[in-house]
């Protein structure tokens, strides 16, 4: 003869089955993600691209600071020369946004160009070691 608690006791270890299986899968897929993250961040690194291509990372970080430089310097004011006044939305910036667009622009354009000659620097010693 069962008893009443039977189907209880049995669902009770049926449910603790699923929180086990469930335990066991999302450690898996912790174990998965982290797999998955340092395979990404191996791929994707940002030294392992410059040096594999390391005249080009210097030549694209000097056409940024170049385009970054010409960006900022065409907010000046028109020359003397008859120009119209062109009307940007650089206008409407007041003059303490403008010096300071331009200071953090230059700085950007100065570590950059910092950045990029020191791994020159570094990538002929070791060329030449």
């Known amino acids: 003869m069962t008893t009443t608690n039977e189907p209880l006791f049995g669902i009770q270890l049926r449910i ?65 020369q008859g120009e119209r006044p062109r009307t940007t939305t650089s206008q409407f910036i007041p003059t303490q946004g403008k010096t300071a667009l331009t200071t953090i622009g230059l700085e950007v354009l100065r570590s950059v160009k910092d950045l990029g000659f020191t791994y020159l620097q570094r990538y002929l010693d070791n060329k030449i070691k």
């Not at 940002?46 to 900022?72: C, D, M, V």
């Open 16 to 80: 603790e089955e699923l929180q086990n299986t469930i335990a066991e899968k999302e450690e898996q897929i912790k174990t998965r993600a982290r797999i998955l993250k340092e395979e990404l961040q191996e791929e994707i690194s940002p030294t392992k691209f410059i040096r594999q291509h390391p005249f080009e990372t210097i030549g694209t970080s000097f056409l940024a600071g170049l385009l970054i430089t010409t960006a900022l310097r065409s907010h000046k004011s028109p020359s003397a």
